[in-house]
């Protein structure tokens, strides 16, 4: 048996060059979607360059956070699953104490949850665990998303 170097490299390449387009594919799909969302909820915002920014961030946090949880749910056993969820249960509940929930950071979420189920089926294999995970990592990111962009509303 041989080694095919190349061969090898090849695929290794092909490989990198699809994650990047579904990284690209998501990001921009992901930024239009909320692009939207913040210009009907607040339709004279006029600093795009920031706006841009913090939704190409809040874009990477769900595809890190979401390629996490389902890894976690197939290869983690169900206690650490669990202590994880004890530990985000504790962070969120100090971050909703700061941040006000309304109708706009709901639409993003929601919207977010769609976007995320459409471009990772596997989403819908998760397990009861899993989906608590996923759920929790979303608002944890949807917390520091609209925390930050009101405070360049106001």
């Keep these: ?3 095919d170097k190349e061969r090898r490299l090849n695929q290794l390449f092909a490989d990198f060059k699809r994650t990047d387009q579904f990284y690209a594919k998501f990001k921009s799909e992901f930024e239009e979607l909320i692009f939207d969302i913040i ?14 920014e913090m939704i190409g961030i809040y874009a990477s946090e769900v595809l890190s956070a979401t390629e996490s949880v389902i890894d976690k749910d197939k290869n983690y056993p169900d206690f650490r699953k669990e202590e994880e969820l004890g530990y985000l249960n504790r962070l969120l509940t100090k971050e909703k104490a700061m ?4 109708e706009f950071s709901d639409t993003i979420h929601l ?9 990772y089926p596997a ?4 397990s009861t665990h899993g989906f608590r995970l996923l759920e929790r990592n979303m608002k944890m990111h ?3 998303f609209t925390s930050e962009f009101i405070s360049f509303v106001k």
């Design 142 to 144: 949807l917390y520091r």
């Design 39 to 52: 210009l009907d909820y607040y339709p004279h915002f006029s600093q795009k360059d920031i706006l841009e």
């Design 123 to 126: 989403i819908s294999d998760l």
């Design 111 to 119: 919207k977010v949850k769609e976007i995320a189920v459409m471009h």
């Design 1 to 3: 048996m041989t080694f």
């Design 99 to 102: 941040v006000t929930e309304s």
